[in-house]
């Protein structure tokens, strides 16, 4: 960018700001359609300013870190300010395209992002990246980050769906360790007659679990000598006395720490 289109600018901007001060805006209608405009641009100044962030990070002397020029204005935290960096860089090497429509108005920033998170975890060839980042961008006016998200994450699916059973594998064998770790059992009175408990176990044994009290939970029709109505909640509540009962009457449990004492 020359000295001209820079000066340019910094009046635009000042005419920009002025006009801003004295916006008085009473109609609703009118109003609606500013904001849409109004974002619009703000994801064209996004776009610009990301591919400044990006020439300034090639051009730069050494010594000259960036990232601390870039703080000194206290806008952002420096974890922020690196965070912008990292995001110039990567759309100006690897997603092109999406810069060029962020600059054009097509796409919001958070867009931007949800597609490149999509896309990341597939390293893509160049007619691949081309393709998908097209699609995408056509579909930036019918869908939201998230839906963008979903979107370029199913394209990496059918692009490679070997990565994608092995991303699934993954986050199960993650989930599996988190819900291990998680594990919780909490039995403490109320001081009302009553024992509150609360808990989480993994899903494999919380289904064990579900179905015992399935095959011991008493039909809605069973109490009606006693005269109740109990809820399906108050019903399962006492399929597990009956399954402690049934336990505690087997014969089978350890008398201390789990174990049979020797």
């Given amino acids: 960018m020359d000295g001209t289109a820079a000066a340019r600018i910094e009046e635009l901007i000042e005419h920009l700001e002025t006009s801003l001060a004295a916006l008085r805006i009473h109609d609703r209608v009118e109003a609606l359609t500013l904001i849409e405009r109004l974002e619009q641009v703000t994801g064209r100044i996004t776009g610009t300013r990301l591919a400044l962030i990006q020439q300034a990070a090639m051009t730069g002397a050494a010594g000259d870190e960036l990232d601390h020029r870039l703080h000194n204005s206290n806008r952002a935290t420096i974890r922020q300010v690196r965070g912008d960096i990292r995001l110039a860089r990567e759309l100006e ?39 998908c980042q097209n699609e995408l961008i056509g579909y930036a006016t019918q869908f939201d980050p998230s839906e963008l998200l979903a979107l ?44 509150l408990l609360r808990g989480r176990l993994p899903l494999a044994d919380g289904e064990l679990l579900l179905a015992q009290l399935a095959a011991l939970m008493p039909s809605a029709e069973s109490y009606t000598h006693t005269g109740e109505r109990p809820t399906a909640a108050a019903r399962r509540a006492d399929a597990l006395a009956r399954l402690c009962t049934v336990a505690a009457n087997s014969g089978q449990l350890p008398t201390h720490g789990g174990t049979d004492p020797t």
Avoid: C, F, W
């Fill in 152 to 195: 370029a994450t199913r394209m990496v699916e059918v692009i490679d769906p070997d990565h994608a059973d092995e991303k699934d594998a993954a986050r199960a064998e993650r989930d599996a360790r988190v819900a291990h770790a998680s594990r919780s059992l909490t039995i403490a009175p109320d001081h009302h007659g009553s024992m």
């Fill in 93 to 131: 090497t690897r997603y092109p395209l999406l810069l060029e429509a962020l600059r054009d108005g097509q796409l919001s920033e958070q867009q931007a992002r949800a597609i490149m998170t999509g896309l990341n975890p597939l390293q893509l060839t160049e007619t691949q990246s081309v393709h």
